[in-house]
């Protein structure tokens, strides 16, 4: 299962990196908002520091405009991944931009049938927002393993990047259902480690090595 970071907060992004944790990033305008970055020069931050794709999102709504704001984000580096509403305009850019060779991630997705459209228009990833369903009381998990189904019953190559991930439970989850990716806040990245058993052991093997003095420098 592959990582992504969701965030546009280099430091972040840096100190999962060097860790091997980072296999690509997403943004989108809130993270960018956050940021209080321009969008041009804290991406191309990003895409320096890693290799795998990094995705940046239009803000135009319709398709003329959004593949030629895909095309100005695809100057930047060429791990760019540009990425456009689920909508019909979207699906557009989508088609166009993948046909020209370029890596697209089709964002804003809370359907399976979405997803089906998103893969037949070459999507490169397709993002279901879990955290989001579970904000209106639906099973945001559910829609990973609708969309995995479709996807393997017909063999589409989209990839499936599980977002809108709140906690470690919805990456355990996502990757137990065949997520080929997830992306999500550093911190809850950071959290996987986190069992009090660990603590607790640790505490008491530490004890043990005061105790008996054991050293090994
Ligand atoms: C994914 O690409 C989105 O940027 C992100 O996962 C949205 O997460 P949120 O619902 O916590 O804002």
């Known amino acids: ?20 944790m980072v296999d690509g990033v997403t943004t989108n305008p809130s993270l960018i908002k956050k940021s209080g970055r321009d969008i041009i020069e804290v991406t191309k931050e990003i895409c320096d520091l890693v290799d795998g794709p990094v995705s940046a999102e239009v803000t135009a ?5 959004m593949i030629a704001e895909g095309r100005k984000l695809l100057e930047i580096a060429e791990n760019i991944a540009v990425k456009v509403p689920l ?20 964002t804003l997705c809370f359907s399976a049938n979405q997803a089906l459209l998103a893969a037949k228009a070459g999507a490169t990833f397709i993002s279901p927002f879990i955290g989001r369903l579970d904000d209106i009381n639906l099973d945001g998990m559910d829609l990973i393993e609708d969309i995995r189904t479709v996807y393997d019953n017909y063999g589409f190559e989209t990839e499936i990047l599980a977002a809108s991930i709140r906690n470690a439970n919805h990456v355990l989850e996502s990757a137990r259902i065949g997520a ?16 009090p058993l660990t603590d607790k052991g640790l505490d008491a093997f530490l004890a043990d090595i005061k105790a008996a003095n054991i050293k090994i420098l």
């Open 87 to 106: 909508t019909w305009d979207g699906l557009k850019a989508c088609k166009t931009l993948t046909d020209d060779g370029h890596m697209v991630n089709v």
């Open 180 to 195: 080929d990716v997830i992306t999500a806040p550093p911190a809850v990245i950071k959290s996987m480690i986190n069992h």
């Open 1 to 20: 299962m592959k990582f992504f970071v969701d965030t546009a907060e280099i430091d972040a992004i840096a100190e999962l990196n060097a860790l091997g």
């Open 61 to 65: 709504t319709d398709a003329d405009t």
